[in-house]
T-cell receptor, first 112, second 109 residues
Framework: DGGITQSPKYLFRKEGQNVTLSCEQNLNHDAMYWYRQDPGQGLRLIYYSQIVNDFQKGDIAEGYSVSREKKESFPLTVTSAQKNPTAFYLC???????????FGDGTRLSIL | QQPVQSPQAVILREGEDAVINCSSSKALYSVHWYRQKHGEAPVFLMILLKGGEQKGHEKISASFNEKKQQSSLYLTASQLSYSGTYFCGTQFNDYKLSFGAGTTVTVRA
């Protein structure tokens, strides 16, 4: 079955450490996204990519980086510059930017 | 640019109706509606394009008022399975979605 796989489900980061969250899709979608969700809040866009080797900053890109070397993969790195990284991170994909988004099950990141 | 959703929360008994509103200060290209159950990923419900069309999903329907730049989601004869947080996402011409803060719906037996 097609879908989006995020890993790991839970991740712990030490102060000053970079961590990378994985997102893989086999839906053959061109567009992919990373969102951050804090308790009781909506989804805030971190980065998005319309095609391979191209990505754009979202509303809260500071302290994060991405790459899009393959169509099916869009990893997110949370750098040490992100001072408050504890959140639920959701990856999504869609055929194009204007089409419905399909979400992965998310990665919950916590600081040790 | 984040749309404003209202109300923030609503509690219903099975069979009751509710309306969730999503308003924007900018001219919209489209509105997306998603539902997220606790601890799960959001699930797409429907898209409305400018033009005022109304769409439906089960007994959940939505409308788009272009003049007011507002979309409304209608939960009709609510069921227990309708519980969750509903998010609207708005798109302007650059196609980037901006999500509202969400409306938490609790349906009780």
């Amino acid at each position: 079955d097609g879908g989006i796989t995020q890993s790991p489900k839970y991740l712990f980061r030490k102060e000053g450490q970079n961590v990378t969250l994985s997102c893989e899709q086999n839906l053959n979608h061109d567009a992919m996204y990373w969102y951050r969700q804090d308790p009781g809040q909506g989804l805030r866009l971190i980065y998005y990519s319309q095609i391979v080797n191209d990505f754009q900053k979202g509303d809260i890109a500071e302290g994060y980086s991405v790459s899009r070397e393959k169509k099916e993969s869009f990893p997110l790195t949370v750098t040490s510059a992100q001072k408050n990284p504890t959140a639920f991170y959701l990856c999504a994909s869609s055929i194009t930017l204007s089409q419905p988004q399909h979400f992965g099950d998310g990665t919950r990141l916590s600081i040790l | 640019q984040q749309p404003v959703q209202s109300p923030q929360a609503v509690i219903l008994r099975e069979g009751e109706d509710a309306v969730i509103n999503c308003s924007s200060s900018k001219a919209l290209y489209s509105v997306h509606w998603y539902r997220q159950k606790h601890g799960e990923a959001p699930v797409f419900l429907m898209i409305l394009l400018k033009g005022g069309e109304q769409k439906g999903h089960e007994k959940i329907s939505a409308s788009f008022n272009e003049k007011k730049q507002q979309s409304s989601l209608y939960l009709t004869a609510s069921q227990l399975s309708y519980s969750g947080t509903y998010f609207c996402g708005t798109q302007f011409n650059d196609y980037k979605l901006s999500f509202g803060a969400g409306t938490t719906v609790t349906v009780r037996a």
